[in-house]
Protein backbone atom coordinates (compact mmCIF):
# COMPACT_ATOMS: atom_id res chain seq x y z
CA UNK A 1 0.00 0.00 0.00
CA UNK A 2 1.75 3.26 -1.55
CA UNK A 3 0.45 6.27 0.22
CA UNK A 4 0.57 9.99 -0.63
CA UNK A 5 -0.97 12.19 0.89
CA UNK A 6 -2.56 15.47 -1.28
CA UNK A 7 -5.12 13.14 -2.45
CA UNK A 8 -6.14 12.17 1.42
CA UNK A 9 -9.66 13.16 2.88
CA UNK A 10 -10.14 17.17 3.45
CA UNK A 11 -6.74 18.43 1.72
CA UNK A 12 -6.92 21.10 -0.38
CA UNK A 13 -4.00 23.23 0.24
CA UNK A 14 0.36 22.63 -0.03
CA UNK A 15 -0.42 23.86 3.35
CA UNK A 16 -2.06 20.47 4.61
CA UNK A 17 0.36 18.98 3.33
CA UNK A 18 3.78 20.64 4.10
CA UNK A 19 5.42 19.65 7.81
CA UNK A 20 5.68 22.30 10.11
CA UNK A 21 2.82 24.46 8.46
CA UNK A 22 -0.09 25.12 10.88
CA UNK A 23 -2.58 22.46 9.72
CA UNK A 24 -0.08 19.41 8.70
CA UNK A 25 -0.77 17.87 12.12
CA UNK A 26 -4.88 17.71 11.28
CA UNK A 27 -4.51 16.30 7.95
CA UNK A 28 -1.92 13.70 9.19
CA UNK A 29 -4.76 12.20 10.96
CA UNK A 30 -7.22 12.38 8.03
CA UNK A 31 -4.47 10.68 5.85
CA UNK A 32 -4.26 8.08 8.83
CA UNK A 33 -7.87 7.27 8.65
CA UNK A 34 -8.23 6.97 5.00
CA UNK A 35 -5.00 4.38 5.29
CA UNK A 36 -6.81 2.54 7.89
CA UNK A 37 -10.05 2.35 5.98
CA UNK A 38 -8.09 0.53 3.30
CA UNK A 39 -6.31 -1.51 5.76
CA UNK A 40 -9.98 -2.78 6.86
CA UNK A 41 -11.42 -3.35 3.77
CA UNK A 42 -8.23 -5.56 2.52
CA UNK A 43 -8.36 -7.71 5.74
CA UNK A 44 -12.54 -7.76 5.07
CA UNK A 45 -11.47 -8.83 1.68
CA UNK A 46 -9.18 -11.37 2.63
CA UNK A 47 -5.48 -10.08 3.30
CA UNK A 48 -3.36 -12.07 5.69
CA UNK A 49 -0.57 -9.29 5.42
CA UNK A 50 -0.59 -5.65 4.83
CA UNK A 51 2.92 -3.52 4.47
CA UNK A 52 1.93 0.57 4.02
CA UNK A 53 5.01 2.16 2.60
CA UNK A 54 5.24 6.29 3.44
CA UNK A 55 5.35 8.25 -0.32
CA UNK A 56 4.90 11.57 0.36
CA UNK A 57 7.45 14.43 1.20
CA UNK A 58 9.94 13.00 3.67
CA UNK A 59 7.73 10.19 4.21
CA UNK A 60 7.59 10.35 7.95
CA UNK A 61 3.05 11.38 7.77
CA UNK A 62 1.11 8.57 8.85
CA UNK A 63 0.65 8.48 12.58
CA UNK A 64 1.66 4.56 13.19
CA UNK A 65 0.40 4.85 17.09
CA UNK A 66 -3.31 5.05 15.19
CA UNK A 67 -2.84 2.04 12.79
CA UNK A 68 -4.46 -0.80 12.60
CA UNK A 69 -2.36 -3.23 14.84
CA UNK A 70 -2.22 -5.70 11.58
CA UNK A 71 -0.47 -3.49 9.68
CA UNK A 72 3.89 -2.72 9.31
CA UNK A 73 4.70 0.40 8.26
CA UNK A 74 7.89 1.64 5.87
CA UNK A 75 8.48 5.46 6.92
CA UNK A 76 11.52 6.79 6.00
CA UNK A 77 13.26 9.76 3.32
CA UNK A 78 12.94 9.74 0.00
CA UNK A 79 16.28 8.47 -0.89
CA UNK A 80 14.59 4.55 -0.95
CA UNK A 81 15.26 3.15 -4.17
CA UNK A 82 11.89 1.76 -5.01
CA UNK A 83 10.87 5.46 -3.75
CA UNK A 84 6.51 5.54 -3.37
CA UNK A 85 6.64 1.91 -3.72
CA UNK A 86 9.77 0.68 -1.80
CA UNK A 87 8.92 -2.77 -0.02
CA UNK A 88 7.31 -3.86 -3.08
CA UNK A 89 9.82 -6.19 -3.96
CA UNK A 90 10.45 -7.76 -0.72
CA UNK A 91 7.92 -10.47 -1.31
CA UNK A 92 5.28 -12.10 -3.56
CA UNK A 93 2.37 -9.59 -2.91
CA UNK A 94 -0.78 -10.09 -4.61
CA UNK A 95 -2.04 -6.74 -5.17
CA UNK A 96 -0.91 -2.71 -4.35
CA UNK A 97 -3.15 0.14 -3.68
CA UNK A 98 -2.61 3.79 -4.21
CA UNK A 99 -3.86 5.53 -1.44
CA UNK A 100 -4.19 9.52 -0.82
CA UNK A 101 -2.79 9.96 -4.74
CA UNK A 102 -3.39 13.04 -6.87
CA UNK A 103 -3.53 13.75 -10.58
CA UNK A 104 -0.08 14.29 -12.82
CA UNK A 105 0.90 18.42 -13.01
CA UNK A 106 -1.11 20.37 -15.46
CA UNK A 107 -4.45 18.31 -14.76
CA UNK A 108 -7.17 20.90 -15.16
CA UNK A 109 -8.95 21.59 -11.45
CA UNK A 110 -7.14 18.67 -9.98
CA UNK A 111 -6.35 18.70 -6.50
CA UNK A 112 -2.19 19.58 -5.59
CA UNK A 113 -1.18 18.32 -8.92
CA UNK A 114 2.11 18.11 -9.58
CA UNK A 115 4.59 15.07 -10.68
CA UNK A 116 6.82 14.54 -7.79
CA UNK A 117 8.57 17.52 -7.16
CA UNK A 118 7.30 21.30 -7.93
CA UNK A 119 9.95 21.83 -10.28
CA UNK A 120 9.00 19.11 -12.38
CA UNK A 121 7.16 20.61 -15.22
CA UNK A 122 6.46 16.74 -17.22
CA UNK A 123 7.72 13.50 -16.96
CA UNK A 124 7.40 11.24 -20.05
CA UNK A 125 7.92 7.79 -20.48
CA UNK A 126 8.16 6.70 -24.27
CA UNK A 127 6.85 9.85 -25.29
CA UNK A 128 3.35 9.52 -22.80
CA UNK A 129 3.31 12.27 -19.94
CA UNK A 130 2.88 10.55 -16.89
CA UNK A 131 2.06 10.79 -13.33
CA UNK A 132 2.75 9.70 -10.10
CA UNK A 133 0.12 6.54 -10.59
CA UNK A 134 1.96 5.55 -13.80
CA UNK A 135 5.11 5.60 -12.00
CA UNK A 136 3.83 3.30 -8.97
CA UNK A 137 2.19 1.06 -11.32
CA UNK A 138 5.17 0.50 -13.82
CA UNK A 139 7.08 -0.13 -10.31
CA UNK A 140 4.74 -2.55 -9.00
CA UNK A 141 3.94 -4.05 -12.35
CA UNK A 142 8.23 -4.87 -12.71
CA UNK A 143 7.29 -6.94 -9.91
CA UNK A 144 4.49 -8.75 -11.42
CA UNK A 145 2.29 -6.83 -8.80
CA UNK A 146 -0.90 -5.14 -10.30
CA UNK A 147 -2.52 -2.26 -8.90
CA UNK A 148 -6.27 -3.05 -7.98
CA UNK A 149 -7.57 0.51 -5.70
CA UNK A 150 -6.63 4.46 -6.47
CA UNK A 151 -8.64 7.08 -4.18
CA UNK A 152 -7.96 10.43 -4.02
CA UNK A 153 -9.44 13.01 -5.69
CA UNK A 154 -11.89 12.60 -9.04
CA UNK A 155 -9.20 13.81 -11.36
CA UNK A 156 -6.60 10.98 -10.48
CA UNK A 157 -9.13 8.40 -10.48
CA UNK A 158 -10.11 9.43 -14.31
CA UNK A 159 -6.18 8.76 -14.83
CA UNK A 160 -5.77 5.79 -13.33
CA UNK A 161 -8.81 4.22 -14.91
CA UNK A 162 -7.89 5.69 -18.41
CA UNK A 163 -4.22 3.96 -17.35
CA UNK A 164 -4.92 0.79 -15.82
CA UNK A 165 -8.52 -0.35 -16.73
CA UNK A 166 -11.15 -1.26 -14.70
CA UNK A 167 -9.44 -0.78 -11.10
CA UNK A 168 -11.56 -0.07 -7.86
CA UNK A 169 -11.27 3.09 -7.00
CA UNK A 170 -12.84 6.00 -4.29
CA UNK A 171 -13.74 9.05 -4.62
CA UNK A 172 -13.47 11.45 -1.77
CA UNK A 173 -13.32 14.88 -3.20
CA UNK A 174 -14.21 16.55 -6.54
CA UNK A 175 -11.46 19.02 -8.02
CA UNK A 176 -12.85 22.65 -8.42
CA UNK A 177 -9.42 23.73 -8.85
CA UNK A 178 -5.57 23.33 -8.13
CA UNK A 179 -6.52 24.08 -4.21
CA UNK A 180 -10.35 24.08 -4.32
CA UNK A 181 -12.41 20.80 -3.90
CA UNK A 182 -16.05 19.70 -2.81
CA UNK A 183 -14.93 16.94 -0.07
CA UNK A 184 -16.85 14.32 1.55
CA UNK A 185 -17.46 13.82 5.24
CA UNK A 186 -14.81 11.65 6.75
CA UNK A 187 -17.70 8.95 7.68
CA UNK A 188 -18.34 8.76 4.16
CA UNK A 189 -14.86 8.79 3.27
CA UNK A 190 -13.92 6.02 5.29
CA UNK A 191 -17.10 4.32 4.35
CA UNK A 192 -15.98 4.15 0.17
CA UNK A 193 -12.60 3.44 0.86
CA UNK A 194 -13.05 0.45 3.42
CA UNK A 195 -15.71 -1.26 0.71
CA UNK A 196 -13.98 -0.23 -2.61
CA UNK A 197 -10.66 -1.90 -0.63
CA UNK A 198 -13.01 -5.15 0.04
CA UNK A 199 -13.82 -4.80 -3.60
CA UNK A 200 -10.35 -4.70 -4.91
CA UNK A 201 -9.53 -8.30 -2.76
CA UNK A 202 -12.25 -10.06 -3.90
CA UNK A 203 -11.18 -9.22 -7.36
CA UNK A 204 -7.52 -9.62 -6.81
CA UNK A 205 -7.18 -12.17 -9.66
CA UNK A 206 -8.53 -9.86 -13.00
CA UNK A 207 -5.89 -6.96 -12.47
CA UNK A 208 -2.82 -7.07 -14.55
CA UNK A 209 0.65 -5.82 -13.64
CA UNK A 210 1.21 -2.72 -15.37
CA UNK A 211 4.82 -3.34 -17.44
CA UNK A 212 6.00 -1.33 -19.98
CA UNK A 213 8.66 -2.82 -22.77
CA UNK A 214 12.18 -1.88 -23.28
CA UNK A 215 14.18 0.38 -24.59
CA UNK A 216 12.56 2.61 -22.09
CA UNK A 217 12.61 6.12 -22.66
CA UNK A 218 12.41 9.48 -19.88
CA UNK A 219 12.52 12.47 -20.76
CA UNK A 220 12.22 15.30 -17.30
CA UNK A 221 11.13 19.03 -18.41
CA UNK A 222 12.16 20.82 -15.07
CA UNK A 223 11.39 24.56 -14.62
CA UNK A 224 14.35 25.89 -14.37
CA UNK A 225 17.55 25.80 -16.43
CA UNK A 226 19.75 25.17 -13.67
CA UNK A 227 17.58 22.59 -12.61
CA UNK A 228 18.31 20.61 -16.22
CA UNK A 229 22.31 21.41 -15.36
CA UNK A 230 22.34 20.17 -12.02
CA UNK A 231 20.84 16.77 -13.15
CA UNK A 232 23.19 15.82 -16.11
CA UNK A 233 26.46 15.98 -14.01
CA UNK A 234 24.83 12.52 -13.70
CA UNK A 235 26.85 10.80 -16.59
CA UNK A 236 24.27 8.95 -18.04
CA UNK A 237 21.49 11.96 -18.40
CA UNK A 238 21.76 14.14 -21.45
CA UNK A 239 20.46 17.45 -21.78
CA UNK A 240 17.88 17.92 -24.60
CA UNK A 241 16.70 21.42 -24.66
CA UNK A 242 17.60 23.87 -22.01
CA UNK A 243 15.02 22.74 -19.47
CA UNK A 244 14.76 18.87 -20.11
CA UNK A 245 17.36 16.00 -19.86
CA UNK A 246 16.48 12.31 -21.40
CA UNK A 247 17.97 8.93 -21.02
CA UNK A 248 16.79 5.72 -22.37
CA UNK A 249 17.50 1.90 -20.28
CA UNK A 250 16.72 -1.23 -20.84
CA UNK A 251 15.43 -1.69 -17.49
CA UNK A 252 12.52 -0.10 -15.65
CA UNK A 253 13.76 0.20 -12.39
CA UNK A 254 16.89 1.38 -13.33
CA UNK A 255 15.86 3.82 -15.01
CA UNK A 256 13.27 4.81 -11.90
CA UNK A 257 16.44 5.05 -10.16
CA UNK A 258 18.12 7.67 -12.49
CA UNK A 259 14.79 9.38 -12.59
CA UNK A 260 14.99 9.52 -8.97
CA UNK A 261 18.27 10.95 -8.94
CA UNK A 262 18.22 13.52 -11.03
CA UNK A 263 15.24 14.97 -9.96
CA UNK A 264 17.19 14.65 -6.07
CA UNK A 265 19.47 16.88 -7.77
CA UNK A 266 18.26 19.19 -9.63
CA UNK A 267 15.98 19.94 -6.44
CA UNK A 268 18.58 20.89 -4.86
CA UNK A 269 19.94 23.26 -7.35
CA UNK A 270 16.49 25.51 -7.88
CA UNK A 271 13.36 23.43 -6.22
CA UNK A 272 11.38 22.23 -3.26
CA UNK A 273 10.81 18.27 -3.21
CA UNK A 274 7.11 17.53 -2.63
CA UNK A 275 6.48 14.12 -3.48
Do not use: W
Given at each position: ?????????????????????????????????????????????????????????????????????????????????????????????????????????????????????????????????????????????????????????????KESIGLLGHVETAIVKEGMDRMVAQCL???????????????????????????????????????????????????????????????????????????????????????????
Amino acid sequence: MSVDMEGATGVTNFEDVLPGKPSYERFRKLLTSDVNAAVEGAIDGGADKVVINEAHNTMRNVLIEDLHPKVELISGLFTKPLLMMEGVDKEPFDVAFLIAYHAKKGTKSAVLCHTLALGVNSIKINDQIVGETAISAATAGYYNVPVGLVTGDDKVVKESIGLLGHVETAIVKEGMDRMVAQCLSVKESTKRIKEAAKRACDRVDEFCPYQLDPPIKFEIEFSSTNMASAAILIPAIHLVEPKTISFTTQDFVEGLKLCNASIILASAAGGPIVG
